[in-house]
């Protein structure tokens, strides 16, 4: 049996369903209950719905042989995981945003509000600029607005958000998007059956 880790939410759902197509449907699975694990033995896989930033960790620690998860969490916690895929799916940008006027002056330690710490320190560390970091969980388009921090590192997907709130894209630190993975052990000793999810998987992704 394979254990697959998918992301709850909109990105999982579109990724479950190449995974239907891929041939390894489980169709109990779109009827909308609070169960959070499936499985279709005769096709011999299990998937199970996690938090987006938690699927590393079930595939990193081998609770799931493979996964799918934002290339923003894999460069954020750099788990030691393979990536197999780029699914060219829940595309987004990793992005600096502020007022549309911000300009840094250099003076101070520059202030920046995020969920992305290391990615942040990683970026500002690239060019030497000081910064003070502020840990947030969610609605980081506020900091900025309420003087908690100078700008923000976040996802930027439709640009929606940071337009309703006033503020824009002033840098572009990379490109996101999911991320097909697999604990580095199941890799190994079910290759085979890996690799066939691997290649019919590849067969779903659409090119844009
Ligand atoms: C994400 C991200 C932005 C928003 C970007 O937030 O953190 O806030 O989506 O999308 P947009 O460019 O299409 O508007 P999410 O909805 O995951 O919630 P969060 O505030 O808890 O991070």
Known sequence: MLNIALPKGRLGDKVYD?????????????????????????KQVRYFWVKPS???????RGAADIGVVGKDILIEYEPEIY?????????????????????????????VATK???TARQYYAQSGRDIDIIKLNGSIEIAPILGLSDVIVDLVETGTTLKKNDLAVLEVISSISARLIANKASFKFKNKEIETVVSRIKEQIKID
């Open 18 to 42: 190449m995974f239907e197509a891929a041939g390894y449907e489980c169709p109990q699975i779109k009827e909308k209950t609070r169960k959070l694990i499936f499985e279709n033995e005769e």
């Open 54 to 60: 938690d699927v590393s960790i079930y595939v990193e």
């Open 83 to 111: 990536e197999l895929a780029d699914l060219n799916v829940g595309k987004c940008r990793m992005c600096v945003a502020g007022p549309k006027d911000f300009r840094d002056s250099g003076e101070k330690k520059l202030k």
């Open 116 to 118: 992305f710490t290391n």
